[in-house]
């Protein structure tokens, strides 16, 4: 793998967890908006633009949650910048909407938003164990994500990317993707459902998916060897 590999990390929880795999796999990150140290950027369009601008060409970008959802949009709307993409528990639409049932109803996702909002600590462990519920490992994973996470970024961070969850729709993008990508997802995903790992998988242009069996929302954890040698693999698949 020549191209550059550049990592966007998940909701809350930062880049801690996905840390050992992206060693491994030699690559690097982008932060989330107003995580670490990049600055707090409200607009989902605005924060893909900029991180389109930060790429070199022909990068190797991945993303893990919504930071699979940035990673999408940036191959669809910036695709000299993007020469593989990779989509770790992905999906076009983080909410349920007309023609995407596979998702979290929005009045689920308001009241996780009003129980963040009010207990933000409090929520980060019911948070990690709700989306490794099903993993063949659950309790492990879990353990290890809340020991690796970054510290919790701002209450307004949080907001802005649960705002994103709510609203954004990357249907039209994803079919406007030409880079190579594979979709990685737990076939026991509870957050992310694998039926939209599927249909995600659809609508990008030869997309390949590979489902992990009893893994949930984290198998670069769950199963970190099969995780990085699956992507290894495919990097170094020569370009078509």
Excluded at 153 to 164: C, D, Q, R
Aim: hydrophobic share 50%; with cysteine.
């Amino acid at each position: 793998m020549n191209a550059p590999l550049v990592f966007l990390p998940g909701w809350c929880l930062g880049r801690g967890p996905l840390q050992a795999a992206v060693d491994a796999l030699h690559g690097q990150f982008i932060d989330l908006p107003g995580y670490r140290d990049e600055a707090l950027e409200g607009d989902f369009d605005h924060a893909v633009a900029a991180i389109g601008a930060r790429l070199a060409t022909g990068s190797t970008l991945a993303g893990w949650s919504i930071g699979a959802q940035l990673a999408l949009a940036v191959a669809a709307r910036h695709p000299d910048k993007v020469g593989k993409l990779l989509l770790v528990a992905g999906t076009a639409s983080f909410v349920q909407r007309d023609g995407w049932p596979d998702a979290m109803p929005p009045a689920t996702l308001a009241d996780f938003s009003a129980a963040v909002g009010v207990d933000p600590v409090g929520m980060l462990p019911r948070f990690v164990g709700g989306f490794n519920r099903g993993d063949a490992q659950a309790k492990e994973v879990s353990r290890r994500i809340l020991e690796q996470a970054d510290p919790l970024p701002s209450p307004l961070v949080l907001a802005a990317g649960l705002a994103w969850l709510r609203d954004v729709d990357l249907r039209a993008d994803a079919a406007r993707v030409r880079a190579p990508t594979l979709l990685i997802h737990g076939d026991a995903d509870p957050l992310m459902p694998p039926a939209a790992a599927r249909a995600l998988a659809a609508l990008i242009p030869g997309a390949r998916l590979e489902l992990f069996a009893g893994c949930a929302h984290a198998p670069f954890l769950s199963q970190a060897e099969h995780f990085v040698a699956t992507a290894r693999a495919f990097f170094d698949e020569p370009a078509a």
